[in-house]
RNA sequence: GCCCCCAUCGUCCAGUGGCCCAGGACAUCGCCCUUUCAAGGCGGAAACACGGGUUCGAAUCCCGUUGGGGGUGCCA
């Protein structure tokens, strides 16, 4: 390889993403937003803003059998959810095939291009043995006039080099006797993809090209294309960001890999958090830190800092960050974002919400989840009307306990003793499980499920105090009365 | 098959010839804190794929091997 993306050539490079560039986010509406795209959206996006240049999101949708609009608009919705925004665009290239049109009839014209008239079952029959993969240029030098039914293939020359000069790989060389004479615009009279992304980004004068690894085989074509409709203008400096893969190391598909934006949000990740962990994902700042603001991703971000290998996307690492940054929420913000998940039509206590009761809980909430959608379980039991305790956990620490009844017992007797709150609470339990040699956290754990109904959750003094005096003698109550009907 | 890319702890990164018997984070294990669970603190285990060079000196440079991945469509 020519790996080396140093000296010289860095600089020269670097130098040329000096001023204002102008990259674009091209995703195909073929399927739902995954990581991998918003990864590489995000690197264009951190890249132009940096540098104060321009964004440009353009919708590749020549394919007209695959694509959908209602993909787009899931596109667009992810990439509104994690704030980056455009400058330019949504540009649809369904709606240009005036200029690729125009583009293939002066390759013909110019004799760059020609008509071929073989079926893709042709080509392969004719193929099947050759070293060299691809079209065998069969209609070359035919002379079949450009028509319906006749795609029309680029002349790739016989010889000598194509680079691509990559500001992560380095200069990248593919010997033009490797490409074949691709088509550049269907027998239908479509585009194909290389054609029309090297008309936009002609148009839009891109100046550097930032997307995934997996098009770095096809950029050669996009370089002689270039050269040819170019008039002599400087190609684009390219950025081939390293795959995101799933845990056997294969790129991440939309079909097998359950990776959609939208599910992320949905499940309860924080926007920000999203941004953060995937800004790491092949690249990092100069200092090592790990936790960075939208802005001081924007100020340290260098495209020519990315590393070259593919990156797992690890869930668990995700959710630290998002961990990190919900903790980091004031306990307004906190509320508001878990609202959504509250208020969803699937939680047991719909429409029984108290804001008061919200407030005092949010502090204790926000420690302990990783992820927003963990919010509605933690304080069920402060709305959950008719209340019981969750099977497993009254048959493990009540009906299990021998010491239970008494605990409860005692308990409920103490709290004639204190004023109701944390403190007292917290002081009449810890009396009660003196009196029975048991630790704090043993005795602990009747109460707790008989007023919260499970055995983890939110700390048990602060929680019985926002649910008031009566509810807990009531549920203590009821409990102890349920153990003693069952002997 | 052919073309191209990649190769540091399980994972994500740091490391651009000596500061590295390799550093941070996630995960993991142990301990501490503790009313559960988290969070937090402390500590442990854990990697330069292999083989040749170059050099006084290589995780860092070169070559090869192996392994992995991507592409190979009239998909993007």
Redesign the pocket.
Known sequence: ??????GER?ATLVRMSEGAPRVRF???P?GYFHVGGARTALYNWLFARRLGGQFVLR?????????DPAWTDGILSALRWLGIDWDEGPIH?SERRAGYEAAARRLFAEGRAYA?????D???ARTAG??????DGHCRARGLEPGP???L?FKVPDEGTTV?C?L????????NA???D??V????G?????L??VVDDLDLRITHVVR???????T?KAVLLWEALGDGRPLPVFA?L??L?N?????L?KRRDKVAVEDYRDAGYLPEAMVN?LA???????D?R?VLTRDELVAEFRL???????????L??????N??YV?ALGDDAFLAASRPFLEAPDVPFAGRLDDQVLARLAP?AK????TLSEVPDLVAFAFVEPFDPDPGAYDKAIAGDDAAPEILERFLAGLDTVPFG?DGL?SV??GVADALGR???????PV?VAT?G??????????LEVLGEATVRARVGAALARRRGEG
């Not at 919708?59 to 694509?67: L, P, Q």
């Not at 071929?116 to 893709?120: E, H, L, V, Y």
């Not at 630790?439 to 754990?445: G, P």
Request: glycine share 8%; aromatic share 8%.
């Open positions: 390889m020519d790996g080396s993306v140093g860095l091209a995703p195909s073929t919708i590749e949708d020549t394919d007209r059998e695959r694509s290239q071929c008239d073989c079926t893709p042709e080509v392969r050759n070293p060299v993969p691809g079209y039914g006749r795609a293939r691509v990559d992560v790989r380095g200069d990248v060389e593919f010997a490797t490409i074949e691709f088509v615009q269907k027998s239908n479509d585009a194909l993809f290389v029309a992304v995934g690894e997996e098009h770095l085989p096809t050669p081939h390293p795959i893969v845990e056997q190391r294969q790129k598909s962990y790491l994902l092949g690249w990092a700042p100069a090592g790990e020519e800092d990315v590393n070259r290998s593919p990156a797992f996307f690890d668990k690492r995700l959710g630290h960050f961990g990190v903790r204790l420690e302990r989840v990783a944390a917290r339990l810890t630790k704090l956290a043993k005795a602990q754990a707790r919260m499970r055995p983890i959750g939110l700390p048990l003094f602060e929680s």
